[in-house]
């Protein structure tokens, strides 16, 4: 580890586990609103599942700037601004009179938050350590992983008393005084140290090439199931609050999935382990698909949770095995508008294919088909030998 950030490398990683635990569990959340908004606007799948499409689009494309801000000018004042627009996005939502409102209140408000929250802490934490930097970044990830788990039954709870637009309120609130206090913590800038390579540079490599692919396979299966989970137990029958306890469940495998692969990539290499965990995404969707009921339901979310949680987390090494930590933020946030992509189309694309045929079974083959295209394309990666 470096003496960047003052000294205080484990307060940079708590501030941004607390930042992604914010930020993420307000956005994985949404599947807790998802009826009653739907019912309210009276909108079909597809066109709700689209506030969390420009959400997800927003916040993965949004990286590749708030990213390169970070690294020259740090992450206290980005981090600090997404504070105000993620408050300010739910606040405006809670008002909003239509579903074509909350396309620009949600998705850009809570988009830029989560971009704000998201890349420039991972960046930092990534910039702050160079002996264990897959475990810290892994730790700092699995914020993502424990939101997921924590809020949607919070959301849940509230939900019910209080309404959907209620709720959102509270959350605008507690988002301000949240992510205000984790910009405090998050550090001043310090000297960039030289690049061992150009941003064009890494764009244009076979190994940027394949990561890219990789992620958009993986990021139009993942959130076409992570937007459509609750949902989909719904129809199965399944109560509203049980339903959400499935986005838990995604939680608690992503909180263990990031700690325990990044771990591991410390003894296998970040490849390596990157490519297992794009493995364990096929793997749970074919479960999704064989699912019988609601146990079944939950062993999915397990294993999508360990998978996810373990892409995640390993992203940033991985970018940092291939082509060095300098400039780790713009690398990282052009890597993501991979999953920006894929998340604005997967959702919808569900959406409408179920409101098309009134199964969701076409849907889940078509994330297990991606899921495969991703194992086959991270399966080129070049893999480094563990020191």
């Known amino acids: 580890m470096t003496a960047g950030e003052g000294g205080r490398p484990w307060v940079v990683v708590g501030a941004a586990f607390v930042s992604m635990f914010t930020v993420f569990g307000v956005v994985y959340s949404f599947g807790v609103f998802f009826e009653p908004m739907a019912r309210e606007f009276r909108t079909g799948q597809g066109a709700t599942s689209v506030v969390f499409a420009v959400t997800a689009f927003s916040f993965f494309m949004l990286g590749a700037v708030t990213g390169p801000i970070a690294d020259r000018a740090g992450p206290r004042r980005v981090v600090l601004f997404g504070a105000v627009a993620m408050?300010?996005?739910?606040?405006?939502?809670?008002?909003?009179?239509?579903?074509?409102?909350?396309?620009?209140?949600?998705?850009?408000?809570?988009?830029?938050?989560?971009?704000?929250?998201?890349?420039?802490?991972?960046?930092?934490?990534?910039?702050?350590?160079?002996?264990?930097?897959?475990?810290?970044?892994?730790?700092?990830?699995?914020?993502?992983?424990?939101?997921?788990?924590?809020?949607?039954?919070?959301?849940?709870?509230?939900?019910?008393?209080?309404?959907?637009?209620?709720?959102?309120?509270?959350?605008?609130?507690?988002?301000?005084?949240?992510?205000?206090?984790?910009?405090?913590?998050?550090?001043?800038?310090?000297?960039?140290?030289?690049?061992?390579?150009?941003?064009?540079?890494?764009?244009?490599?076979?190994?940027?090439?394949?990561?890219?692919?990789?992620?958009?396979?993986?990021?139009?299966?993942?959130?076409?199931?992570?937007?459509?989970?609750?949902?989909?137990?719904?129809?199965?029958?399944?109560?509203?609050?049980?339903?959400?306890?499935?986005?838990?469940?995604?939680?608690?495998?992503?909180?263990?999935?990031?700690?325990?692969?990044?771990?591991?990539?410390?003894?296998?290499?970040?490849?390596?382990?990157?490519?297992?965990?794009?493995?364990l995404l096929l793997i749970s969707y074919v479960a999704w698909y064989l699912a019988p009921g609601y146990a079944a339901l939950a062993a999915f979310a397990l294993a999508l949770g360990v998978g996810y949680g373990g892409w995640v987390a390993l992203s940033p090494s991985v970018l940092a095995e291939l082509f060095g930590a300098a400039g780790l933020g713009g690398s990282l946030g052009l890597l993501y508008t991979s999953a920006g992509v894929g998340a604005l189309l997967g959702p919808p694309f569900a959406g409408f294919l179920v409101d098309a045929t009134g199964t969701y079974r076409p849907a889940i083959l078509a994330a297990i088909a991606l899921a495969g295209a991703a194992v086959v394309t991270s399966a080129r990666l070049p893999v480094r030998r563990v020191r």
Do not use: K, N
């Open 87 to 279: 408050s300010a996005g739910l606040v405006l939502t809670a008002f909003a009179p239509s579903i074509w409102v909350g396309y620009a209140t949600y998705g850009l408000g809570v988009g830029v938050g989560t971009a704000c929250g998201y890349v420039p802490m991972v960046a930092a934490v990534g910039a702050t350590f160079d002996r264990r930097r897959a475990l810290a970044i892994a730790v700092a990830v699995s914020g993502i992983g424990v939101g997921t788990l924590a809020v949607p039954p919070v959301a849940a709870l509230l939900v019910g008393p209080l309404g959907w637009r209620r709720t959102y309120l509270v959350f605008g609130a507690a988002s301000l005084l949240v992510l205000a206090t984790c910009a405090g913590l998050a550090g001043t800038p310090t000297a960039a140290p030289p690049q061992r390579h150009g941003g064009r540079r890494v764009l244009r490599s076979r190994e940027f090439g394949l990561l890219y692919a990789s992620g958009l396979c993986s990021s139009f299966a993942l959130f076409l199931a992570l937007v459509h989970l609750v949902p989909y137990a719904t129809r199965l029958g399944v109560a509203s609050v049980p339903a959400a306890g499935l986005v838990s469940v995604v939680g608690v495998g992503s909180a263990g999935g990031r700690v325990v692969l990044g771990g591991l990539a410390e003894r296998l290499g970040a490849v390596r382990t990157f490519q297992v965990s794009i493995g």
